[in-house]
Each structure stands twice: as C-alpha cells, then as structure tokens.
C-alpha cells in the first residue's frame, strides 16, 4: 500500500538536555561612562530610567525611551532593620529597610520561627558575619538566561577615594569574582543555588587591608542577582575592605571626607545606585541556557519515499523523472521533514538547506532536533 | 521566508508550527510527535532532464541547485507536496486526484467564473436556478442536486479502464479541510454531515473521510467502460470523493466575513438577469491520506447584497 506518513518507533526519538553558555561582558562604560561623563549630572543619563517610588534603577544599554534598549539590570541598595545605619531619621529609611527584607526574604529566606533570614557572609546560616548593608545588581533575565555559570562571574569597582564622574575614580580597582564558584557553591537558599564573592586587588597599590582576599558579597546564580557588601566601599576603619591609606570612597559629590557607604543614611536610594554604578568598571559573566531537546530520527529505507506527490512530479499520470522507462529507478528530492501527531497535524517543520536525492539505492537518516 | 544559505554542509532548520506551539501550551497531552512525512514543496520536476546530453550526472542538476525556503510555521502552509512510499520501483504512472465536472451533466461543474459558487441564505439561493446558473445551495441543501465530485485515478490512455488499479495505489482515505469560519461538509445527498476531526489555530476544520466508514462520500468508481463524457481518469479507476458545503451561521445571517475578507460588489447572472453580491473567496484542500496528491478545490461564497 502506498503511504505518506511513516511511524516512528520507540528508538528513533531521544531526549536529551544541553547547557549553552554565552559570555555576556557589560563593560563599564556603558554602566557609568558612555551617555554621562562630566557634562551630564550623575542618575540624568539617557540610559537610566527612575521610578516614582524610589525603590530602584534601571540600566539600560541604550537610551530607554528607544525600542532598541535592552534592559541590563537593576540596581538597588537597603539595610536591615539590625544594621548600624538604620535610624529613623534616615532619608528612605523604611524604603531601605523594605529593599533588604524582600531581597533576603526572597533569596535567604526564613529562619524556623518565620523571621526573614538576613544575608550571610559564608553560607553557614547558623553562625558567622552577616551583610547587613548591601547593595543588589539585579541582571535581566535577556542576559542571564537560566542561570549565570558558575565560577564565571567578575565585577571590577574603581574604589578610589575622591568623587568625579570620570574614570579617575577607577584609578584603584578592585576585582569581585565568585572565585571557586564551579565547585564550591552553597544550595541553602530558596532561590536555588548561590556562590560567595570575593574581592582581590586589581589595580592601584594596596589597596585592601592586611590581606589578599575578603568575602564581599553573595551571587544568586538562578536569579541572576549578585548581593554586594557595602564594606566594599568603605576602609578598614569605617568596618571595610579598604586599606586605610586608601581611604573610604565618595560616592557622591558630598564635601567633606569621604565616608563610603555610610553617605547612604542620607542619600536616596536611587542616588547611591548611581554613585554605586559611577564605579563599575566592568562586569562579565557567562549566561547559561537550558535545552531540553528531542531528537527525532527519521529513518527512510531504500524502498521508502521514492516517488512523490508533487503536481510537477506527472505529466498526466506519468511519472517524468522515468524518462518513459518504467525499469528507471524512481528518484524524488526532499526539502522538508514534518512532523506529525497521531491524527496527523503538522506539529513541527524542518527544512533541508539544499535538496536530497533519494532513490532505491540509498537510505538515509534526517535527525531533526526540536528544543524547548 | 528568507533562503537557507546552502553553501556548506546540508542543515536542518526546524520550527514547531503554531498549530504545535498552541498544542504545546495547553498541557493538555494533544502535543505528541508520532510520525514523520517528508516534502518537495520548492521542487520542480520539469527541470529534470532526463534526455541530458552530457549523460545522467547532469539530469537532476537544476533540481538539486534549486534554493530551499526557511520553515513556514504555518501548519497549512507547510509540506503541501509529500513523497510517497510505493514498494514497486517500477512504476511509470501514478493516480492522480481531478475534478470531475461532467458527470451527469453540470450537477457537478462549477461556475463560469471558474469556481464552485455557493449562495449562503435562502435569499441568495432563491436568485439561481442551480442547474442553469450552476450556484450550490449553502442553507437548503436538499434543494439542489449539485456538489463536488473528485475522482482518483490513472489519467492515462496507456492502459484500459476496464483494468483495476493497484490496491496500493488506491486511495482509501480523503483529508479534506475547509475554514471552519465559512462551511463544513455535507454528503453529496445531503443526508450526512461530515465529523470533524479536529480544528486547527486558524480555524481550519480537518475532515478524514474513509472508504467503508463514510460510504456516502467515498465510493469505489464503478464505471469501469472509456467514457469521455463522465470520466476525467481516462486509464484504470479508484474511489470517488464527493459532498456539498453548508454554508457556515455566520456567513448566513451576517456579511462581516464578506467585508473583512471579500468583497461588496460581485455581478452575477442570476434569475433577474444581473445582481450584486458580497463574495469570498477560498479554498477547500482535498489530499489522498494514502497517495498524498493533492487538489485545491476554489469556492466563492456569494450572499445577494442588491438587485
């Protein structure tokens, strides 16, 4: 009996999962430098959309009012209600307070009593240093796709002393990198699993104090969000990374000494994130994508598929690729593969690039792979 | 649909279609891969020279040069052409699936404007005449005698007609599909309606239509003499197909779908000698489930607009 739709059988279909990576470098310039600069007031650039609320920014790669802006990420910073620099008096203060409880409530969770979990320094939950200060880079889900790859993750923070918009202030790098990510990442979060940043010096003297290397910060890599310390911005004697001779950083043009994040008790939240992102001076990490594939083989025999119902394929009824010889082998040309249901609607299309022959003397193998 | 570029190695580019995409989302286990066609929809067999001087590398060169289409992800508009699986190689003719439009009379032909004309309203009908203006009754089916009639096939006179097709070559089951939006389909005698199989993202209704379980649209074709004057297949014969369309609530008692994808101002002949008409034009695909060949059938719904 002649047919058209051939049946696949349990092995000519198998499922399998690959994980893509992209790297994604968000380099600095767009964050601080490209549309602000000096003669644009830092937080009124083109590529920074505000919100009435306050609550955070976004950073875009280009101008947001244009249809070709890509939203990066977001940007926000807060306290726990625990924290040193929690006072009433504060400018935002329950704004502050709200930003850190939804990102630990969210991201660290809550203890056995119900009480939102603070963040901690190294993981352990039950013990140690917990980041009271902090400021969050939310990425977008366009960059970070399903996860950010493990042990790929870089921020470099200029951390010099004195306020400019211009890269002066990156004179002294630090480099935030979730180091040993790939295998030493922590899965006691309820936002999946999340490795502990560390901060290196990157350029400039000594910048950190007494040692090499601090933990600054975690990175949830299913969310896509990296929680920073604010000690980062701050020196030794203000309870930061900073080496002393380095000083606390100005993240804003405030006269007086520098104080680091400390300005936060004044300041909005919205003015931090941008003195916080005048000093990035470059992000990178490598995106990840999930593919669950089905591959399905579609396997044609030497005597399968040889003839075709192709209007063009008659003249009358007779076949002309024959040339008028019925003992010429039948030979039809394949540009398409469907894939049907059982009640034979086309559930998938693939195209061939260029067209196959296909006669009794050959037998072939089309691999259409579907991703979801 | 952009070119696939086929300067290197051959690749497979491949989309669900929306009609997957929407079984895809309702969950509901509809979406499952079972079998597999394969198409020619780009390629030209008249480009195959079988009688090429330069010796048989060069019959299929133009054919395997032609460029091939990205996917289309509409499910209508993918793998119209289909290759077929026949066991016998030596085969020189194939059936073929045709109109038949002289059988007993002009029951079965369609319109002088070329198409199977189909009066949607009593209104519209009462204008026509259907043996002497060959318009289809869409509301009172049973008032006319006309329908559509498809015979399959060898169209050849290399062989009699009195001898039987190969059972492999005999078509046994009819894919019909019409938008659901516009008609569905009758029995020939208007007794049956025919079960809708499903309906896809378009709105295009899907009808199987089988030898033995619909017996009152396919048939075995029993005229087995040469009969130039009510067969199209001049060479041994198959099944018959046949039905009429019912025009569809909405195209009855409305003229929305006439505005929004047909026209206002149709003339046509009628019994008052000339009137005007909202028309729509479309296509019913009949496809051999077991050949796979193909006929696009055009219909023009009309609905009388004025006198």
């Known amino acids: ?372 | 649909m952009a070119f696939l570029d086929n300067s290197g190695d051959i690749i497979l580019d491949a989309v669900l279609t929306d009609t997957g995409r929407m079984r895809l989302a309702k969950g509901d286990g509809s979406f499952k891969i079972t079998q597999f066609a394969l198409g020619d929809d780009e390629i030209d067999y008249g480009l195959y020279d079988a009688n090429h001087t330069s010796g048989s590398a060069y019959y299929d060169l133009q054919v395997l040069q032609l460029p091939v289409l990205e996917a289309f992800t509409d499910n209508a508009a993918g793998l119209k052409s289909k290759l077929i699986t026949v066991s016998n190689n030596n085969l020189l003719y194939l059936p073929v699936i045709q109109l038949n439009e002289i059988w007993n009379g002009n029951q079965t032909a369609r319109h002088g404007d070329g198409v199977f004309m189909v009066a949607v309203d009593e209104t519209t009908e009462k204008k026509f005449l259907p043996g002497d203006h060959l318009v289809d009754y869409g509301e009172n089916l049973n008032q006319s005698a006309r329908y559509i009639r498809l015979d399959q096939g060898l169209d050849t006179t290399a062989f009699s007609p009195q001898m039987a097709l190969p059972a492999d070559l005999e078509e046994t089951q009819y894919i019909v599909e019409i938008d659901n939006r516009f008609g569905e389909i009758y029995s020939w005698d208007s007794h049956e309606r025919a079960s809708i199989s499903f309906i896809d993202d378009d709105n295009i209704a899907t009808y199987y239509l089988s030898l033995g379980a619909n017996n009152r649209f396919v048939m075995e074709n029993e005229v087995k003499l040469a009969d130039s004057a009510t067969q199209v297949c001049d060479g041994p014969r198959g099944t018959i197909l046949q039905f009429k369309i019912k025009s569809s609530l909405e195209l009855n008692d409305s003229t929305q779908l006439f505005t929004e994808l047909g026209g206002d101002n149709l003339t046509v002949t009628d019994i008052g000698g000339t009137s005007t008409y909202y028309f729509l034009d479309t296509f019913v695909k009949v496809q051999g489930a077991t050949t796979g060949y193909r006929a696009d059938i055009p219909v023009r719904f009309i609905k009388l607009k004025s006198d």
């Open chain 1, 1 to 372: 009996m002649a047919t058209v739709y051939k049946n696949f059988n349990g092995s000519d279909v198998v499922n399998t999962r690959t994980l893509l990576h992209e790297a994604i470098p968000v380099t600095g310039s767009i964050v601080s430098g490209t549309y602000g600069g000096n003669g644009v007031v830092l937080g009124s650039e083109p590529h920074i959309k505000k919100y009435a609320h306050g609550m955070f920014e976004s950073v875009f790669d280009y101008p947001f009012l244009s249809s070709s802006a890509n939203h990066i990420f977001d940007i926000t910073a807060g306290y726990s209600s625990v924290s040193e620099l929690s006072g009433a008096t504060n400018t935002q203060n329950a704004k502050k307070i709200a930003v850190y409880n939804q990102m630990a409530q969210v991201l660290a969770g809550y203890d056995h009593a119900g009480n939102i979990r603070r963040f901690d320094e190294d993981g352990n939950l039950a013990s140690g240093t917990k980041l009271d200060e902090v400021f969050f880079i939310n990425f977008s889900r366009l960059l970070t796709k399903d996860e950010i790859k493990k042990g790929t993750f870089q921020l470099d923070l200029g951390v010099d002393a004195a306020f400019s918009q211009n890269t002066t202030v990156m004179t002294e790098v630090i480099n935030i990198t979730d180091a040993s990510g790939s295998n030493g990442y922590y899965v006691n979060s309820p936002a999946g699993e999340y490795g502990i940043l560390y901060a290196t010096n990157s350029a400039g003297p000594d910048i950190l104090k007494s040692h090499n290397s601090f933990p600054v910060g975690l990175i949830y890599y299913q969310a896509g969000i990296a929680v920073l310390s604010a000690s980062v911005f701050n020196d030794n004697v203000q309870g930061g990374i900073i080496n002393d001779d380095s000083g606390s950083c100005a993240l804003y043009g405030l006269e007086g000494l520098p104080v680091g994040f400390q300005e936060f008790t004044g300041s909005t939240i919205s003015a931090t994130a941008d003195g916080i992102r005048n000093r990035v001076k470059n992000i990178q990490f490598d995106n990840t994508t999930e593919l669950n594939s089905a591959i399905h083989f579609c396997r044609v025999n030497h005597n399968e598929y040889n003839y075709s119902a192709n209007p063009t394929y008659l003249t009358g009824s007779k076949i002309k690729v024959k040339g008028n010889n019925r003992k010429n082998l039948p030979v039809s040309y394949i540009t398409s593969v469907g894939l049907y249901s059982a009640d034979r609607e086309l559930l998938a299309v693939a195209k061939l690039s260029e067209p196959l022959k296909k006669d009794p003397t050959m037998e072939l193998t089309l691999k259409v792979r579907l991703d979801y």
